[in-house]
């Protein structure tokens, strides 16, 4: 079980190794950039909805992103709902 932090936006080589890396029972948390990539119909919404592992996005740059009303269905989680996030999973990889 694994925490995957990704922080790019679009298609790119961190983003297709996150997917490929991530199975079921593991967890992709959206961060910075990365919340642009959870807007639905878009090339990287697919891909995520497509993938095994649990995606979520950390609500305060989805606000920051200006895309509060634009992810849909999004699991979004908050500072504390990451520090949970990060004492359940017991390892963590940071895409970039």
């Known amino acids: 079980m694994i925490l995957h932090t990704l922080n790019t936006a679009g298609i790119s080589d961190s983003f297709r190794d996150c997917l490929r890396m991530a199975q079921a029972g593991d967890a992709i948390l ?7 990539n959870a807007i639905p119909g878009s090339e990287t919404a697919l891909a995520l909805r497509d993938c095994e ?18 992810l849909g269905p999004t699991l ?15 390892r963590q990889m940071a895409w970039y």
Do not use: H, N, S, W
């Open 30 to 36: 959206l961060l910075g950039d990365g919340v642009y």
């Open 53 to 70: 592992a649990k995606v979520m996005a950390l609500d305060t740059d989805v606000a920051a992103a200006g895309l509060d009303q634009r």
């Open 76 to 90: 979004l989680v908050d500072m504390d709902g990451f520090v949970g996030l990060t004492e359940y999973y017991p």
